[in-house]
């Protein structure tokens, strides 16, 4: 379902986008014009496929549904938009190879460009092949291409971010590739060692592109040594890490990166903290470097999920649901 928002007239009709199968997984964005591309998968658990499938809304309304990939994994973070409408799309995908019992994973990308539409689906990743006799059903630690992210910047590059899994019970790997308007996808290349990437790639007002990850490692007595950092691209220095959060005994997790006014940064993540879990920011200046800690929620029991964007003015938004022992109530906060 979908319901579009007028500033002058409110919230709209909403509309059935897909009635095919089982939705989920929807995402959105919206560029200036008020045009907006929205994606889910249509889910078929008979056969362990999910369908990427796309609508665009313009003045006109909603177009039909179309279909970008009949057969790929649950994509994460997988739609990106910039301001002229140039949209970008990632799933991870496995192909059946004839005759075969192998399997071919790959990260695959389209790309919307208004007045061109949508581009075939493209591989950005490195080939990884399984043989086995069962067939793709999701695995977890099994050779194969894993939580894919994409982002947008404003002139309509591109920068895309997965796992690759080489070999069974080996580590994740994390990959990248990068869109350029004049030369297309580049070569795959590894950004290694950093764990599993959370949240969105995000870019700032240079065009530089963040993204952040947290990494725990059981200690004795069931306490962790938590660590959480951050990875900074441009096209000039290629990557930069830095370790922002040492929380040792704090189990950290979902931890997220944005990208506010004059190179300012905000980073977000949860903690277990005695009983409860906990939502924590540390703001960035490029004056005065990384803030300690600071607190965001009640206090009043365990926040489960959050989401955060800034305003046109840089102000962080931070929305969370927060059970209290009774209710799950949902939260926000202004951070100026």
């Known amino acids: 379902m979908a319901a579009p928002y007028d500033t002058a007239t409110g919230w709209g009709t909403a509309t059935v986008l897909d ?22 998968n249509r889910y078929d658990a008979l056969n362990y496929k999910n369908t990427v499938m796309v609508a665009r809304y313009t003045s006109n309304g909603w177009d039909s549904p179309q279909m970008l990939q009949p057969e790929a994994s649950t994509p994460v973070q997988p739609i990106s938009g910039n301001n002229s409408g140039m949209t970008a799309v990632i799933w991870n995908q496995v192909t059946p190879i004839t005759g075969l019992f192998m399997h071919k994973y790959n990260t695959y990308v389209s790309l919307f460009e208004p007045g061109a539409g949508w581009k075939d689906p493209q591989p950005v990743g490195n080939d990884i092949y399984e043989m086995n006799n069962i067939g793709y059903i999701n695995p977890e630690s099994t050779p194969g291409h894993y939580n894919p992210r994409i982002s947008v910047d404003k002139q309509g590059n591109a920068l895309a971010l997965w796992s690759e899994v080489y070999s069974e019970g080996d580590k994740y790997h994390t990959a990248f590739n990068r869109y350029d308007t004049e030369k297309g996808w580049g070569t795959p290349q590894l950004l290694d060692n950093i764990g599993i990437p959370s949240g969105k790639i995000v870019f700032d ?23 959480t950092s951050f990875a900074k691209y441009d096209k000039a220095n290629g990557w930069i890490t830095e370790n922002v ?10 931890s997220s990166i944005i990208a506010g006014k004059n190179g300012s940064l905000h980073l977000i993540w949860m903690q277990y903290g005695g009983n409860d879990s906990q939502l924590w920011m540390n703001k960035y200046s490029p004056v005065s470097g990384w803030s300690s800690g600071e607190r965001l929620d009640s206090k009043t029991g365990n926040v489960d999920e959050y989401i955060i964007t800034l305003d046109v003015e840089g102000q962080a938004i931070i929305i969370w649901t927060q059970y209290s022992g009774v209710h799950r109530n949902i939260w926000a906060k202004l951070i100026r």
């Open 245 to 254: 959060l040492n929380k040792y005994p704090y189990y950290c997790f979902n």
């Open 205 to 227: 007002d240079s065009g530089s592109a963040f993204i952040s990850w947290t990494y725990n490692v059981e200690q004795l007595n069931n306490r962790y040594l938590s660590t």
């Open 19 to 40: 009635s095919s199968g089982l939705g989920i997984d929807p995402d959105v964005t919206l560029d200036d014009s008020g045009n907006a591309c929205a994606i889910w």
